[in-house]
Every structure is written in structure tokens, then in C-alpha cells.
């Protein structure tokens, strides 16, 4: 074989695999724990502690007293409401720090827990905001009630801007509960007439942050007087259409007497408490009853006109006797016997001309039932009238007092009781049966403020010793300005609600009449 053309061929040689020497060893691995140790610096060696600076910042106006910080690994500490504080002794590494012990009324904001990295080098620091509103309370308002007659059924409370209410009794308070701290009002409402708050039925109260307020009221109640009292009012569901009512003249036991679709109003108890005549108004010409004068029992039952076939009258009155009943019939006045007999006219209206013609309303026997006391108006653009007396034949009319409506006589035949006054502003007023200067009573009851007061409708108890009438002055137990029924002394003094016309009672009573107590 000729060789002499072909290329030298280079040998490759193997990387020589002795093993490396010991100090090239050594070089390496020193290279090598310096570079896990620079990975490692940051993590803390076993057992290094750090600190915690914790700082608290708090608003509103409750705020809370206090409170703990907790961090896992160490035992709870106090913070103060705002500041701050330190927490030693930590475990170093990533801590969960919670602020514990808020009260209700306070929200911290944020994450709570935080997380904190805690080192040996330096205090971690955490802040804490919280915000603080009102905070929710009790409060339990208390009624004492003594006397006779107390109310059984207990109050109404209300509390603040009255969206809140409570029942009371004299054995149990109302409770309230969630109540925003601080102070206050309350309202004693729904008292019984008989009774009366001994101070104002509304009162400041204090509701404290923690625990439960107190608040207070003394109510003193009088046992019922002798008599009842019937009169008429609008109940809440007959649009306006009065009905008549009965309770004792301190108040208690409101009793409706005639349920019917009529207007009834203007009533008088007979002098043997056995009958009331009033007068009723259809209110729809459909009525198959007439409208006019009816008589019924002292209980409401057995209605029945007075004198189906004679004119239709109102505003009756019974003489002292029992005997006869005088009334009004289209401006005039006249007398029936109590059984529907016997019909006399005793008056007579001259109304050819304006300038002459006059309204007789209201009469009233005297105790001996000799004379009739009536109101009487003239017809003109003034409307002028006043309250004149004539002997009960109709003979021998006197003036008794100008400016005077609706009187009445005292049961020992002395003076008269009248009403003068506008639509909106009058007073009770007293006489002397012979006339003179008149003596005005309820202007001793009227409202400091000077407000607007309707005082009328005077009615005399059988001794004689108070006056009823209708009063559409404010009342603080109900906070409401219906017409009620008042009861005075027969000075004007000691003027008190016979009735409560409230927001959910009967309203605007009128027309009150002494009767025996319903027993």
C-alpha cells in the first residue's frame, strides 16, 4: 500500500482525570459557605427577639377607655386610647398584631390584625385608627301613682323625638333599650284625667354610656266625684259626625251612649238622672228619622224623637221639675211637656227686616223654674246679641248681660254662667241673677304664652261647687290642642281635663251636662 500522499493525522487528546489537588479543594468550598452565608444573612438566628411599636389614634365623641394589643408569642398589653406603646420580648420574625378590647360604639379601621416583620435590629411599628360614634344605652323611666282611682292601664313613654315608646305601670317601668348616650327628653303621655304629674309630663333625662339611666315621674290621682258628665265628640272614624259620650266628671270610664249614623250632640240630663234629651241631625236627607229633639236613657238605649210631629228643635233643657223640656225651633224659643204634649211657643222672631231679627239659642231654667235664662243674637252684620231673662210663660224679658252666650244657672239660683268670646278666643264668665258686672273665671286658667283660647259651654255640678265646660286650650299630656272638657271650682280655680282628646281618642268634646254616677 503506497502511503507516501496521505496527510499527517492529528491525535486529540483526553482532558487529563486526575483528581484535583487538596488546596484547589480547599479554595472551592471556601467560595462556596461564603456564598450560602450572603444568601442567608437576613433570617434571624435562633432565639433573636425585636420590639413593636404600636401606635393608637382615636375619634368620635365616646371614645373608649382603652384598650390590649396582642401579638402572637406574647402576652396581651395595654393601649392607651390614643398614643402609642411598646411591645418587648417579640419572637423576631413576621408577627400578627390585633388590637383587641373595642368597644361597640368603635370601629378601628383597616386590617385587624396587622402583619409586621420583627427583627433584633430595629422596632417594627403598626397604627391602629379608630373611630368612635355614640354609644348605644338603656334607659328605664319609672311611674309612682298615688291616690284613689290610680291608672290602671298604665302610660305611654316616649323617649327623644317620640319615634320611641314604652309602656309604664306603677309596678313596672318602661325599658328602653339601644338608646343613643346622652341626654335626652321624656314624655309621660295617656294620663288619666283623674290624674295629674306632679311637674312637667316632659323631662330631661340622661342616658350614660354603660349601664342603665333612671328617669322618674309621680303621679297623683283623685278618686271619681259623684257625678258623671255626658257630652258630645267626633269619634276618630265618623268623618266629622258627633256622637255622645258619658264619664265620670274625673274623667274615667269613657263610655259611648248611641252608636248610630246621626248626628247627635247638644245633651241634658234630666234633674232625676233617669233620662238625656239631646238633639239629633240627620245627616243625609234619606234619613227615615226627622232630625230634631229625642229622648233616650240615662244608658244610651231606647232612643226615640221627643215630638215626632212638631217642629224640629235643638239645644234642650229640662225645668228643674222634670216636667217639661224647653227648647229652639228656628230662631224662637218653646216649651213641651216630657211626654211629647202640650207644645207652647214662646217666643216670636220678626224677620221682615234684617235690622230686626234676632236668634234665641241656649236656654236655661232658673233652680225654681220660674224663670228662662236664653242667649240672644241679632241678626245685623255685627252680629250683637247677649243673654236676656223672661218669666216661663214668655212674659217679662230683661236684658241679664251683653256680649254673653250659652248661660247657665247656678244650682242655688244666684248667679248665671255665660261664655263670651270669639271663634277662637273666650272665656267663662259669672253674673249675678239680677245682672251687674260680670266676673271673669277662666281667664285665671289661661295659658301663660297668651295663646289663643276657646273657653264655653258652662255647665254647673248639682251642688254647685265646679263648672264644666269646653276648653280647646293645649294639653302637655297629650301634647294636643282638641277641644276637651274642663272641670273647674266655681272660682275659676283647680281647672282640670275631664276628658283626653288625643291623637287617638274621640276629639273636640263639647257640650258637657251633670248626671248621677254610673255605678
Known sequence: MDTSDRSPVRVMRRPSLRPPSLGCLRALLGAASLAVLSACSDSPGPGERGTISVTVATTGPYPDAGYRVAVDGVEPVPAPTSGTVTVANVPAGERSVRLVDIAENCLAAGDNPKTVAVGADAPAAVTFTVACTTPLAALEVAVTVTGEGTDADGFTVFVGTYAVSATATASAPARFERLPAGPTNVLLYRVDPNCAVDGPPERAAEVPPEGVGRAEFLVRCDGPLPWDLAFSAEPRDA????????????????????????????????????????????????????????????????????????????????????????????????????????????????????????????????????????????????GSGGCLVMNADGTGVALLSSFCDEPAWSPDGSRVAFARGGENVGDIWTVTAEGGDPVNLSAVERPADGGAVANDSPAWSPDGSRIAFRSTRYLEACRCQFGNIFVMNADGTGARPATAGDHESPQNFDDPTWGPRLR
Open 239 to 382: 268623618g266629622g259626625r258627633r256622637e255622645l259620650y258619658r264619664a265620670n266628671a274625673r274623667g274615667q270610664g269613657l263610655a259611648r251612649l248611641a252608636d248610630a249614623p246621626f248626628a247627635d250632640e247638644r245633651p241634658a240630663w234630666s234633674p232625676d238622672g233617669a233620662r238625656i234629651a239631646f238633639t239629633r241631625r240627620q245627616p243625609t236627607i234619606e234619613s227615615s228619622e226627622p232630625s230634631g229633639i229625642y229622648l233616650m236613657a240615662a244608658d244610651g238605649s231606647g232612643a226615640a224623637p221627643l215630638a215626632p210631629a212638631g217642629p224640629a228643635g235643638s239645644d234642650p233643657a229640662w225645668s228643674p221639675d222634670g216636667e217639661r223640656i224647653a227648647f229652639v225651633s228656628d230662631r224662637d224659643l218653646y216649651v213641651i211637656n216630657a211626654d211629647g204634649s202640650g207644645l207652647t211657643k214662646l217666643t216670636t222672631s220678626e224677620c221682615e227686616r234684617l235690622a230686626t231679627c234676632v236668634e234665641r239659642s241656649n236656654p236655661a231654667w232658673s233652680p225654681d223654674g220660674a224663670r228662662i235664662a236664653f242667649a240672644q243674637r241679632q241678626l245685623t252684620q255685627d
